[in-house]
T-cell receptor, first 114, second 116 residues
Framework: AQSVAQPEDQVNVAEGNPLTVKCTYS??????LFWYVQYPNRGLQFLLKYITGDNLVKGSYGFEAEFNKSQTSFHLKKPSALVSDSALYFCAVRDMDNTDKLIFGTGTRLQVFP | GAVVSQHPSRVICKSGTSVKIECRSL??????MFWYRQFPKKSLMLMAT?????????EQGVEKDKFLINHASLTLSTLTVTSAHPEDSSFYICSAPRPPGNIEAFFGQGTRLTVV
């Protein structure tokens, strides 16, 4: 069965420092991977996706993610965190048995301190 | 870009009443939409898949008579919480995969339901 794990409930980082939000996946075949961000009382906003091609994917708001097939990981990164990046981040993988359905991780709350 | 609009963003209702939440795809047609429920500080729980022109597919443990889903057109799906109870209070979010290929999903703004 397909699954996604986000091992950290919360990540704290000082403004200006690099940030990493971790995600690992388990799928059969080649994965379609996604990162979404959620601000309080809002829906999810798409950040970036990996389908195929270059392992380093660049997305919105300066975020990027690296697909690592050997480690089955898709960690979200940003070189310099902003206080406004504080939000809830979700990693997701497409359910290969149902190509329209997304399987979400449990979410990681990112807190960026000034 | 593609946009999904959800309405209302916030609703308060009395126990025993029904509440309807709308999800619209504004600039694309969606044969499939998804309805999620999110508990505080928790991930998204997929409730059901809304299929245009046919019955919705509910996830295990979700009461279909409690959470009525209607996908009446290619741009509109509705979720009706019937005979609402305080334990139905939650944040409900819809999403629609964007054609072509339906690889990327767009999400509505969410609806905060409070049952008093």
């Amino acid at each position: 069965a397909q699954s996604v794990a986000q091992p950290e409930d919360q990540v704290n980082v000082a403004e200006g420092n690099p940030l990493t939000v971790k995600c690992t996946y388990s799928v059969s075949g080649n994965p379609y991977l996604f990162w979404y961000v959620q601000y309080p009382n809002r829906g999810l906003q798409f950040l970036l996706k990996y389908i195929t091609g270059d392992n380093l994917v660049k997305g919105s708001y300066g975020f990027e993610a690296e697909f690592n097939k050997s480690q089955t990981s898709f960690h979200l990164k940003k070189p310099s965190a902003l206080v406004s990046d504080s939000a809830l981040y979700f990693c997701a993988v497409r359910d290969m048995d149902n190509t329209d359905k997304l399987i979400f991780g449990t979410g990681t709350r990112l807190q960026v301190f000034p | 870009g593609a946009v999904v609009s959800q309405h209302p963003s916030r609703v308060i209702c009395k126990s025993g009443t029904s509440v309807k939440i709308e999800c619209r795809s504004l600039d694309f047609q969606a044969t499939t939409m998804f309805w999620y429920r999110q508990f505080p500080k928790k991930s998204l729980m997929l409730m059901a898949t809304s299929n245009e022109g046919s019955k919705a597919t509910y996830e295990q443990g979700v009461e279909k008579d409690k959470f009525l889903i209607n996908h009446a057109s290619l741009t509109l799906s509705t979720l009706t919480v019937t005979s609402a109870h305080p334990e139905d209070s939650s944040f409900y979010i819809c999403s629609a995969p964007r054609p072509p290929g339906n690889i990327e999903a767009f999400f509505g703004q969410g609806t905060r339901l409070t049952v008093v």
